[in-house]
């Protein structure tokens, strides 16, 4: 390349740059380039990244798209460099007509923000289209009257460019008799016409053969030509006249076939044959289609196809009437037809560039679509709006003209809402309007803002003690109102300990299933209550999670047999003696058999009853079936043998029963034997009388002051649960619930218990204790004697009451309520 070619080169870079840089300042915002049309494949349009804002190395991981309707892949970009360039052959004409403006409008999108530029590229005009005439071969009839300056019209040529390079000039071979009247650029309706010079003679020359040539005004120019063959006839000397010499006709587009657009009429001011006219069409224009049909006789011009004003805006019609003489003669007139617009395009959508789903965590004002919409019609009937479907999260926001951004415009809740069916409808502004609808499915994806949850707060559950290892006690169950991973659900124990051993080694809980399981047999002796708490996590990211309370109560199971209590402080279970003097009354008590049971409830009621002695002899003894009391059933007497042994059976009540046999030795003495001993016997039975009375006062005195310290302590809760809002712990106070209460006795279920109760945190607590029984007269004394009997013992069914009437109450409040019943009772 030489230095000069260089230098040129510069000068129009530099120029180029200069016309880029204006079409920035005047496109209020956007960016505006030029391209003249015909460039070949990759010629420099501009630097799009740079004059948009974007770095070089966002363009790829942005996703930098190009997108252009209709307009094929005429122009790319190159990701590497950010250069916008010619892609494909760009014809102005192919692509705008005879528009006077052209352009190519690029939408440039960007991800990650999702961003969206609009991008204007002129294609300039260039000479590529010569003048063009309809016909080769213009034939004109002219006759020899003609006198100088007669004008006859002749069919132009025509130009695809624009501007200057559809600017035409015409030249006529030179010739003597005929000369060219230009059209006025003034008067655009001016016609091309050869105007006569002088008379014709058709002896002379009956015929010419002129060549026309169009110029057009590019640089270089290029040319058309036209042969004009002017036949000279025999005088007709009167030309059929229009009444004007153009004519203006609107007409709505759609008219139907056979719409009568203009009825010409031309005058002959010949007589007979020359005369008569009749009319043909010389040409329509611009394209030529048989659009109308013209009737030869009448002159009536009809329409003959579907004018469509998207299509073309204006007709110009030529139309020739000509004479019946010999030669005939002819006139001419223009008929230019308007087409006016109606509302016969819907708008349409287009819905590009969906950022689905929309999480529902999703920020409003977030952009969740791209709508452009378009009206082929003009005016009114092509101004467009468009609305989304009502009482929805997301609105429709104008960007540009004709162009919308679909935006949430509101909170997402996928489990309130999941799928969202919008509808997006344009709306013309014409009468009737027009309107197109598009649909918008909307997807609303998961996020994990729910947490598992439970049924109850806390679930209760019965097992028996002495379970086998493994067995299922309940199961819990969580639902999480998220869907796939985030609504998938685990369990585990709350870990807490349990005394001095872990809870996990009481029990398990199957992670996905939710049951749990006793992992060793459970004693309902060590532990009553067993409370935890189970945790249901989802697994979302972050996972959430709740707890639920489980109450295992362990129900009591007759596995513990009587026990007999050991005759005297100090002494071991051995067998029980006791002198009788034979002078005793009858009904006198001489003995007592103490025994305890370390069950519950019906497993802890025990029985007595006397064995038969050896031989079938009868016992001048009997026991009290619930007291043990061993006491005389007649007066005793000589036949009696002095010494007595009885075996006396305890028994519960448990299913099976179990036992345990008390032998009692008793020695039959009279009054005056062994003094010494009644003596140290009667001093003793009186010191144990003195030291009896003295252990009942203090015992009154304790059980007063505890009964006045209960009755305090109380007050203080009731007043504090009162005046505080219930707190949910592990071994939280309940409120006492009264049971069974009657003439005998009532029970209540409370929050002191003599038994062991754990719920995983805290020391033993108790949860079920009597109140003092109205007993009937005839049992104040036995009530008595077993109270200072039974005041250190372990808890239990006391021997010392007759249950007759207790039975009928504990049984009948056992009917009601058998699970606050299985616990141990207790009577004061």
Known sequence: MSATQRSGLGNG??????????????????????????????????????????????LVPRLFRVASKG??????????????????RIDREELCGRSAECSIHLEVIVDRPLQVFHVEVEVKDINDNPPVFSLREQKLMISESKQPDSRFPLEGASDADIGENAQLTYRLSKNEYFSLELPINSKPTKKLSLTLKKSLDREKIPEFNLLLTAADGGKPELTGTVQ????????NDNDPEFEQSEYRVRLMENSAKETLVIQLNATDEDEGVNGEVTYSLMSIKPNGKPLFTLDENNGEVKVNGTLDYEENKFYEIE???????????????????????????????TVTSLSLPVREDTQPSTVIALISVSDRDSGDNGQVICFLTPNVPFKIV??????????????????????????????????????????????????????????????????????????????????????????????????????ERALSSYVSVHAESGKVYALQPLDHEELELLQFQVSARDAGVPPLGSNVTLQVFVLDENDN??????????????????????????????????AVDADSGYNAWLSYELLPAAGGARSPFRVGLYTGEISTTRALDEADAPRQRLLVLVKDHGEPALTATATVLLSLEDSGQAPKASSRASSGAAGAETALVDVNVYLIIAICAVSSLLVLTLLLYTALRCSAPPSEGACGPVKPRLVCSSAVGSWSFSQERRQRVCSGEGPPKTDLMAFSPS???????????????????HSGLVSSIDPSPLLEVYVNCFKKNPVYFMDVLYFE
């Open 319 to 349: 139309v020739q009437a000509t004479d019946k003489g010999n030669p005939p003669m002819a006139g001419h007139c223009t008929v230019w037809v308007e087409i006016l617009d109606a509302n016969d395009n819907a708008p349409e959508i």
């Open 228 to 235: 004009l063959f002017i036949r000279v006839l025999d005088i």
């Open 775 to 793: 007993l009937p007269p005839g049992l104040d004394r036995e009530v008595g004697e077993e109270r200072q009997e039974a005041g250190s013992h």
């Open 561 to 594: 047999a009587p026990a007999l209590l050991p005759p005297g402080p100090g002494g071991g279970p051995s067998a029980l003696s006791q002198v009788v003097l034979r002078s005793v009354d009858p009904g006198h008590v001489v003995a007592k058999v103490r």
């Open 398 to 499: 104008s960007t540009f003209k004709n162009y919308y951004s679909l935006v949430l415009d509101g909170t997402l809740d996928r489990e309130s809402v999941s799928v969202y069916k919008l509808v997006v409808t344009a709306r013309d502004g014409g009468s009737p309007s027009l309107s197109a609808t598009a649909s918008v499915s909307v997807e609303v994806a998961d996020v994990n803002d729910n947490a598992p949850a439970f049924a109850q707060p806390q679930y209760t559950a019965f097992v028996k003690e002495n379970n086998p290892p493994g067995c299922h006690i309940f199961t819990v169950s969580a639902r999480d109102a998220d869907a796939q991973e985030n609504a998938l659900v685990s369990y585990s124990l709350v870990e807490r300990r349990v005394g």
């Open 71 to 88: 307009r094929g892949d005429l122009l790319e970009v190159n990701l590497q460099n950010g250069i916008l360039f010619v892609n494909s």
């Open 13 to 58: 870079r530099l120029l180029l740059s200069l016309l880029l840089l204006a079409a920035w300042e005047a496109g209020s915002g956007q960016v505006h380039y030029s391209v003249p049309e015909e460039a070949k494949h990759g010629t420099f349009v501009g630097r799009i990244a740079q004059d948009l804002g974007l770095e070089l190395t966002d």
